[in-house]
Nanobody, 122 residues
Framework: VQLQASGGGLVQAGGPLRLSCAAS????????MAWFRQAPGKEREFAAR????????YYADSVKGRFTISRDNAGNTVYLQMNRLKFEDTAVYYC????????????????WGQGTLVTVSS
């Protein structure tokens, strides 16, 4: 499975941004998909995940109510809609896929995209 994240960029605080993660090589329709992020000098942290059916989602407290994860299994794509962005959301965002578990731990995700940089100006 190859994952390609896109949609990052520079945005003002309070604004929206939508990230996309396109999968290729294999369908990810049966995979849990997630977004993680890594701010400068910090460890990679969980942001959001979605079950293979799309029926279950889970968010880190820091993004709950502002971010929405969704998926289009027919298009083999996962999205992260980010609203009311804050300066502290600045990070490289990674999409990831897991065939093994519905988890918030990065160690349970076998496949990773290359990351897309989101910069929020205050």
């Amino acid at each position: 499975v190859q994952l390609q994240a896109s949609g990052g960029g520079l945005v003002q605080a309070g604004g929206p941004l939508r990230l996309s993660c396109a999968a290729s090589g294999r369908t990810v329709s049966r995979y849990t998909m997630a977004w993680f992020r890594q701010a400068p000098g910090k460890e990679r942290e969980f942001a959001a995940r979605i079950s293979w059916s799309g029926g279950n989602t889970y968010y880190a407290d820091s993004v709950k109510g502002r971010f929405t994860i969704s998926r289009d299994n027919a298009g083999n794509t996962v999205y992260l809609q980010m609203n009311r962005l804050k300066f502290e959301d600045t990070a490289v965002y990674y999409c990831a896929a897991s065939s093994r578990s519905y988890s918030t731990s990065r160690y349970n995700y076998e496949y990773w995209g290359q990351g897309t940089l989101v910069t929020v100006s205050s």
